[in-house]
């Protein structure tokens, strides 16, 4: 099948066309930024909708690598790495992807929409690492995006839209230094082959020593580390006048240690010396189960060592721990422009994920008294030794008319979309172990240490999980404006979708009932089974939904622009085979209301100001909730997602932009986000209690701060062009506390205050030389980015570390422009 695929992509001759989005012009003026968001080419101010633009010189500046770089600077904007950078997962107002629910916030590479993944850790769906190179600009659209975008979110979208070979013969080689023993080389190279012909190729590489030190001398030496290369070719043929096809081809490889959280609290103590204490509950109840067992050992054996640790030292029991990626992608969009009247466009695209990872969920490494001393985690997670923790493919293929009337009163959109993503293997897979001491988890080599002497019950186990997912989404739309004068325009659209998921998964216990002799035991009925076909469970979910938009524009003058609208948001169901329970859950949907304006400003002083309002009627909403086993039971703490919540968002967004005097800019965004899980409904799990959610009835919703702040402001130096153009500039931002767990006594993440400063001499001395320097964090915050939430069903707590104070300089030679 993925043979016939390929073939469809090079033969692709079906039509469209939209040129690409320009960069963002540095000169402060409104109508220089040119966005996509409505899949053609439209000024920012012309645009309708709350968007946050960034062109790559603004992302230089703020030093933006990863999904977790673009989320820190952005208003509205969350990222949930909890797993690692490389299945970092997006969240906008308060709409968050829980666990291996499908994207809330789809991520787009040249209008194609991620690669698909459902590990058994959660996240995925994201930009590989190298992606926030040679870009013209990054758009971050807020709110329900289903009508026009391939895959229907709730939330938003987040496009990416590369640079496109040009008609001139350039490029640039860039080296960078930085703390953390950061090196990153990066070299573009455009070649016009003929009039008609033009290649575009890039490199990035990128290693960057971790920042969080592994004290434990197991594994890693550090967590969080940058280890990456990333490849891009593109190339556009005019093959007539009226028929152009871009083709683009990237290659990602990240091989990295991933992440590993840090311990901050076991039963009602804090790590550190602090003596340990009987824990309880959210009642007042004792814990009970593996929080009664793990909080003590945790605390007695590693509250001591803590003790001298600093911020950034973490503990690790993983001694196999990585995080590796690997992506390649083929892009083909083929455009004709038919006539004056009429543009026919095709988008197809296929896209192969793998990743392998292997990571200490708990940040814990502790030795089990009463067995001999010997070492165990409570859960390590291990890649599976015959298959990948990921391993799909994904086939898009979309085709798009968009048209006008003669008079250009009326526009329209029609398209339809068609997506396929399967298995590459046969499986793919982790093996985790839960209260045994494994010298080798892969093979097996393992011991229970809570094996019962008297009744031989087993207590410690290597459970084997394998899935594989096939997803199908057909989707069918149109929108169109009308003109009732040149300042009144009317837009409507529909869409309907079709959204399909089948889960195949295989769960595995191995028991110990001697060291390093294993007996694999179905989970779903408890028989013993050699081989993983003998436990199998397939699970199925449809749904087919309607999204729609309406919406009314006035602009009472050019520089001034006035709208409403409505919109339904649709994200789909899913499946988790492998979970502890295997469940299914269905989509959700939100009713948005957004009214705004964009205004600009020209002449002695230059600017725009954009506002905007927004309530979103939230149903049906896709909840993670945590399951703690009810006393007495043998049931691991697990956690499964719940169609539970309904919730309401509402908030109001500013960006604006001012240079009052030439080579002075001041920029800048802010949120107001009002959330509120109004009501919560799970159902009945067997041998577990109530499930808990991430936030509680009538609080905030998780990762949702309710204040997020961003202001820039750069100095150009009035100078003589021969000197070369020298610019200083800092970016503040904001983030006030936020939910990260509510079943948690840490779940709220304290406010950061971050401050990145950058300057830069641009054709130094008149020469096609360049020179950067940038510092981020440069105050030295301390502050968690995420929340383990296990404190009740595990007894302890974790957090995530974000980064500290990163800097360098850059280096670059240009040529041809």
Known sequence: MRASILFALSASTALGALSPAMAQDASGDAGDIIVTARRTEERLQDVPISITVYNQQQLNERNVVSANDLATYTPSLSANSRFGNETASFAIRGFVQEAQTAPSVAVYFA????????????????????????????????????????????????????????????????????????????????????DTFRVRLGVDRMKRDGYLKNRSGIGPDDFNDVDYLYFRGSVVGDLTPDLENYLIFTYAKSDTNGNVPRLALTNTQTIGGVPCAPGVGPTGAPITGAGALIGPLVCAQQSARFAGYGYYDVENSNPDAHLDAETWQVVNTTTLKASDTLTVKNIASYV????????????????????????????????????????????????????????????????????????????????????????????????????????????????????????ENIGFYGQASYKFTDQLSLTGGIRYTIDKAEGTGSVRTFIFPAPNVSVPICGSTGAVSPQPEGCLTTLRQESKRPTWLIGLDYKPTDDLLIYGKYARGYRQGGVNPSNTLPIVWGPEKVDSFEVG????????????????????????????????????????????????????????????????????????????????????????????????????????????????????????????????????????????????????????????????????????????????????????????????????????????????????????YSFGK
């Open 111 to 194: 209008d194609v929409v991620a690669a698909r993944g459902q590990p058994s850790l959660a996240g995925a769906n994201n930009v590989p690492s190298g992606s926030f190179m040679d870009l013209q600009n990054v758009q971050v659209l807020k709110g329900p995006q289903g009508t026009l975008f391939g895959r229907n979110t709730t939330g938003g979208a987040v496009l990416l839209v590369p640079q496109k070979p040009t008609d001139r013969l350039e490029g640039f080689v860039e080296g960078s230094i930085g703390n953390y023993d950061m090196k990153r080389g990066q070299a573009v190279l455009n070649i016009p082959l003929s």
């Open 352 to 471: 192969e994920l793998r990743q392998s990872q292997s990571a200490n969920l708990f940040g814990d490494n502790i030795r089990f008294p009463t067995a001999g001393g010997l070492p165990f985690g409570y859960v390590n997670v291990y890649s599976d030794p015959n298959y990948d923790t990921v391993s799909q493919y994904t086939f898009t293929e979309e085709l798009q008319l968009q048209g006008n009337s003669s008079d250009g009163k009326f526009t329209y959109q029609v398209g339809a979309y068609y997506e396929k993503s399967g298995p590459i293997s046969r499986w793919q897979g982790t093996r985790t172990s839960i209260f045994a001491s494994c010298t080798d988890v892969p093979t097996l080599q393992c011991t229970d240490v809570l094996r019962n002497p008297l009744t031989g019950a087993p207590g410690g186990f290597v459970q084997n999980t394998l899935t594989r997912y096939n997803f």
């Open 597 to 812: 304006a964009k205004a600009s400003f020209h002449g002695s002083v230059n600017g725009y100001f954009n506002i905007s309002a927004f309530y979103n009627d939230f149903s049906d909403q896709q909840l993670q909730a945590n399951l703690v086993p009810l006393p007495g039971t043998t049931a691991s703490p697990s956690a499964a997602i719940v169609n539970a919540g309904k919730s309401k968002i509402q908030g109001v967004e500013v960006e604006a932009l001012i240079s009052p005097v030439e080579g002075l800019r001041f920029s800048g965004g802010y949120t107001y986000l009002d959330t509120q899980l109004k009501s919560y409904s799970p159902p009945n799990f067997p041998l577990f209690q109530p499930p808990t959610p991430t936030s509680q009835v009538g609080g905030d919703l998780a990762l949702s701060p309710r204040h997020k702040l961003t202001v820039t402001g750069s100095y150009t130096l009035p100078l003589d062009e021969s000197v070369g153009k020298i610019t200083f500039g800092a970016t503040y931002t904001y983030t006030g506390t936020q939910i990260a767990s509510a079943d948690s006594p840490l779940g709220r993440l304290p406010s950061t205050n971050l401050v990145n400063l950058n300057a830069s001499w641009e054709g130094i001395a008149g020469t096609p030389i360049d020179l950067s320097l940038f510092a981020t964090n440069v105050t030295k915050e301390k502050y968690p980015v995420y929340v383990g939430g296990t404190y009740y069903s595990a007894g302890i707590e974790t957090l995530l570390i974000g980064q500290p104070r990163m800097y360098g300089m850059r280096l670059r």
